[in-house]
């Protein structure tokens, strides 16, 4: 299974882009690479997903290097609301023995004033 | 996307008893799947619900203590037995591949939880 390895927590001020970078090294050739983000008391909320190169929403970015072997949420300009636990997944399906999704420790953001 | 809901969305249970928890998706979908989050933890996958047969267990989860029924398309169980405060946890439910969207790749939908305390 490949697993993920992120910080354990970041700090911000308001205002400022977040890079949250995560490692894969053993990223599978089928796998996709998934990010989420949680909120106390709520289930893990989709923020966006990508395979290569870079992935773009109205949320956030995804950069992915050539070789696949890490990738790096990318949320612009953060608010107090996006204090948060996101979670990098890689994984490619649910068929059979498919490789599954497992969830790492998550990156704590902390945003401030 | 899909809405899912959960009930109850939290408990209090004594010891020795039982609790099943409903997850309610408005949408078909192909999979569905049991989390446990403990207190500031991350996720834990318990299983997989197969819609007719038997569920997928992950090591560490067994049957007979998280037995789990999906009769259709849209809804599962997921029933914690013979509690014990180490149970006492968030029980999450999640699906994904909604039937007759466009092909998807591990996004993953996720019910708010159900928050049960085992005293």
């Known amino acids: 299974l490949a697993k993920t390895t992120q910080p354990i927590s970041m700090d911000s001020y308001e205002g400022q882009e977040v890079n949250i970078t995560c490692s894969h090294n053993?990223?599978?050739?089928?796998?996709?690479i998934t990010w989420y983000q949680q909120f106390p008391s709520q289930g893990p909320r989709f923020i966006i997903q990508g395979y290569k190169t870079k992935v773009t929403n109205e949320v956030a970015s995804l950069f992915i290097p050539a070789d696949r072997k890490s990738s790096t949420l990318s949320l612009p300009r953060v608010s107090l609301s996006d204090t948060a636990v996101y979670y990098c997944?890689?994984?490619?399906?649910?068929?059979?023995?498919?490789?599954?999704?497992?969830f790492g420790t998550g990156t704590r953001l902390q945003v401030t004033l | 996307s899909a809405v899912i809901s959960q009930k109850p969305s939290r408990d209090i249970c004594q010891r020795g008893t039982s609790l099943t928890i409903q997850c309610q998706v408005d949408s078909q979908v192909t999979m569905m799947f049991w989390y446990r989050q403990q207190p500031g933890q991350s996720l834990t996958l318990i299983a997989t619900?197969?819609?007719?047969?038997?569920?997928?267990?992950e090591s560490g989860f067994v049957i007979d203590k998280f037995p789990i029924s999906r009769p259709n398309l849209t809804f599962s169980t997921l029933t914690v037995s013979n509690m014990s405060p180490e149970d006492s946890s968030i029980y999450l439910c999640?699906?994904?591949?909604?039937?007759?969207?466009?092909?998807?790749?591990?996004?993953?939908?996720f019910g708010p939880g159900t928050r049960l305390t085992v005293l």
């Open positions: 053993n990223i599978a050739t089928n796998d996709y």
């Open positions: 619900a197969n819609q007719g047969s038997e569920a997928t267990y």
């Open positions: 999640s699906v994904a591949r909604l039937a007759g969207g466009p092909p998807s790749t591990d996004t993953q939908y």
């Open positions: 997944l890689v994984g490619d399906g649910w068929g059979g023995t498919a490789s599954k999704l497992t």
